[in-house]
């Protein structure tokens, strides 16, 4: 196909999907074959003289344009093979697609013994890079299993592998659209919340009470409502441990409050535990 | 019993603690097929994982310690004879720092800390912030070797492993989704600095203000549209201009050396600029000829990709450059390039005008129109 009518291929209302995740203008797909693309398969003779086919009906097909002199090529290799043995069993084609004009010897080091294993396909006159219109390595194009070019991802040196495995993943339906994004573009890692906070604090007042340090457990359980006041749990335990010290009327406000909180916890609107205090006592009915 | 004699006791428990720990760091990938990276090294403050002696205060200190609940760890509560631990450190420490169980179970999780607890933080207390062992830089440049090699071997070291949260102002020290233990993806993490006015070089040079260059200009550099400023700089050291991770040309013009461009040739086609003429590898070409080849191929004034190429972005396709530098006056002569459906042109420029076309399937240079 030649590149001009691979653009008459493409089939309008495709969106970007793969760029445009990042970034509404950047460099979104080959040069000669936008996203959307229906791929033509072609034959390509391998280092071992046995022709292969660059697509596989019926199959997500991922193809790399790699230079094997270069060492983001040969990690983003390296990273293919692992995904293809991840993904063996599965639908999924692999191929890397060299030009012909590669040393042997680079070719050889690339995919021999102990490096990776991955069908290489040889680009006789770099044809197909020029048909593509590649214009970096390495560069992945996956397709969906109507050999519609559906991602165009070109090399990263973080996050790579994990970028191409939720594109397949996406592309056989294990995951959604919003979870393969996550992925792609991972929300930052939260600070320590509050919340968290405070149910260490809450822990730490479930152990001091067990063991029977009310006054510390209080402590520590009042530390983890300042924390997160929403926190049901930490307002029965306080409940508790405010019974355990006799200080009744205390701890029926802090039931209340878990209570008012959330009507439905068990323990906000359980049983609660006698209390004998030096102002009052009785027993906390809810 | 006082405090003195409960710090000795815990201190020597907790030192045994320690010592049976074993300490592999690294990060650990959990996929089927992933790797698994481990550099084996000495922990700064191994084997000290008693309380701060008396004398010296504490900047953070563990709660339980602090309120001399020994038995909430130990088998026994008395502080003169704690004894050992009453449970394993992680499922200790994890029994109340539960958000550590999804944080430790990401994709990407520091073995260090998959390890043990301990390997880096004091149960009592520290000098340090978190409850560190050291300093956080040099406790975790205790195990990673080859970044303090870098720092110590490199002309200019990143700002960022000196300031504000050090290693884990881009690190997460426990677990992340992403490679490297990064806390976002490097660009996120670059523009968190990099996007103000007024950061200077180690030399009082401005830094460019990121955030504004790409809001201002559209067309982005690859990497930088794949938030992956790593491709090209280093980001904890190095001793090329801007930690560049490998040699670019400095100059506007310079004689034709493969070796000037090794940074863009970390992913570019090097044949791109070594065949005269070509169909495929590039489509800055008219017909076959490669214009490439013709301006960078010189034995002297050739045009370096500085001459017509931004490297982080620009206003026109390709990040072809508004204006180059003519004279030592300060004066920008405008580039003038647009895309044209069969190729480009650059108008009134470096030359006359000259128009290629790079659909056509051989040689044949247009002239120009003046």
């Known amino acids: ?286 | 019993m006082d405090m003195a004699d409960y710090r000795l006791i815990t201190g020597i428990t907790m030192a045994s603690v320690s010592l049976a720990t074993v300490l592999i760091a690294g990060t650990t990938e959990r996929t089927p097929a992933g790797t698994t990276e481990r550099t084996p090294a000495s922990r700064p403050g191994s084997g000290n994982l008693g309380p701060l002696p008396q004398a010296e205060a504490a900047f953070t200190s563990h709660a339980p310690y602090e309120t001399g609940d020994c038995g909430l760890c130990h088998k026994q509560s008395d502080p003169r004879a704690s004894g050992a631990l009453a449970r394993p450190v992680a499922e200790l420490c994890l029994g109340c720092h539960e958000d550590f169980k999804q944080v430790l179970s990401r994709r990407f999780a520091h073995a260090a800390a998959e390890d043990s607890c301990v390997n880096c933080h004091n149960p009592h207390n520290s000098k340090q912030p978190k409850l560190l062992l050291a300093d956080p830089k040099g406790l975790c440049l205790g195990c990673h070797d080859s970044i303090k090699d870098l720092a110590l071997r490199s002309k200019v070291v990143h700002g960022a492993l000196s300031t504000g949260g050090k290693c884990a102002g881009c690190h997460d020290p426990h677990g992340s989704e992403i490679e490297h233990l990064l806390l976002r993806l490097p660009f996120d993490l670059c523009v968190k600095c990099h996007a103000q006015d007024g950061l200077l070089d180690t030399q009082g040079k401005a830094l460019t203000n990121m955030r504004k260059l790409l809001d201002e200009n559209s067309v982005w550099h690859g990497p930088v549209s794949n938030k992956d400023c790593t491709s090209c700089h280093d980001p904890h050291a190095g001793s090329l201009f801007r930690m560049l991770a490998a040699e670019y040309p400095p100059e506007f013009y310079a004689p034709y050396d493969p070796k000037l461009y090794a940074l863009c040739f970390t992913c570019h086609n090097e044949q791109m600029l070594a065949t005269p003429e070509t169909t495929t590898l590039t489509q800055f070409r008219d017909g076959a000829q490669n214009l490439h080849y013709l301006h960078v191929r010189r034995s002297e004034r050739g045009r370096t990709c500085r001459a017509c190429h931004e490297v982080h972005a620009s206003k026109q396709p390709h990040q072809i450059r508004d204006g180059v530098p003519y004279g030592s006056g300060g004066w920008i002569l405008k580039t003038n390039y647009r895309e044209t459906p069969e190729g480009g042109v650059c108008e009134k420029t470096c030359h006359a005008t000259k128009t290629y076309v790079n659909t056509a399937p051989s040689p044949g240079t247009r002239p120009s129109t003046e």
Request: hydrophobic letters at 40%; proline letters at 6%; aromatic letters at 6%.
């Open chain 1, 1 to 286: 196909m030649e590149p001009r009518l691979a653009r008459i291929g493409a089939r309008a209302g495709i969106l970007l999907w793969s760029c445009s995740t990042i970034h509404p203008t950047c460099a979104s797909s080959f040069a000669n074959m936008p996203v959307g693309t229906i791929i033509e398969d072609v034959e390509l003779r391998g280092p071992d003289g046995a022709e292969r086919h660059l697509l596989e009906a019926d199959s997500i097909n991922v193809f790399m344009f790699v230079n094997p002199e270069q060492e983001h090529s040969l990690s983003a290799v390296r990273a293919m093979a692992e995904l293809r043995e991840e993904f063996a069993g599965k639908p999924v084609h692999w191929g890397v697609i060299v030009t012909d004009r590669a040393p042997q010897a680079a070719v050889e080091s690339m995919t021999g013994r102990g490096n990776a294993s991955i069908p290489v396909l040889l680009d006789k006159g770099d044809v197909l890079y020029g048909r593509f219109g590649v214009a970096l390595f390495p560069v992945a194009g996956i397709t969906d299993r109507s050999s519609r070019l559906a991602f165009y991802e070109p090399f990263s040196k973080v996050h790579y592998p994990t970028v191409i495995r939720a594109r397949i993943r996406y592309l056989l339906g294990e995951i959604d659209q919003a979870e393969m994004m996550r992925a792609v573009a991972p929300p930052a890692e939260a600070e320590v919340a509050d919340a968290d906070v405070a149910r260490r604090f809450l822990k730490l007042a479930e152990m001091l009470y067990q063991s029977g340090k009310y006054e510390k457990a209080a402590e520590s359980v009042r530390h983890s409502i300042e924390k997160d006041e929403t926190l049901v749990a930490s307002h029965v335990l306080l409940g508790r441990v405010l019974a355990a010290l006799g200080r009744c009327e205390e701890a029926i406000e802090a039931f209340e409050r878990a209570k008012q909180l959330d009507p439905g916890d068990p323990g906000a609107t359980g049983p609660r535990p006698d209390c004998t205090q030096s102002t009052g006592g009785g027993r906390l009915t809810p």
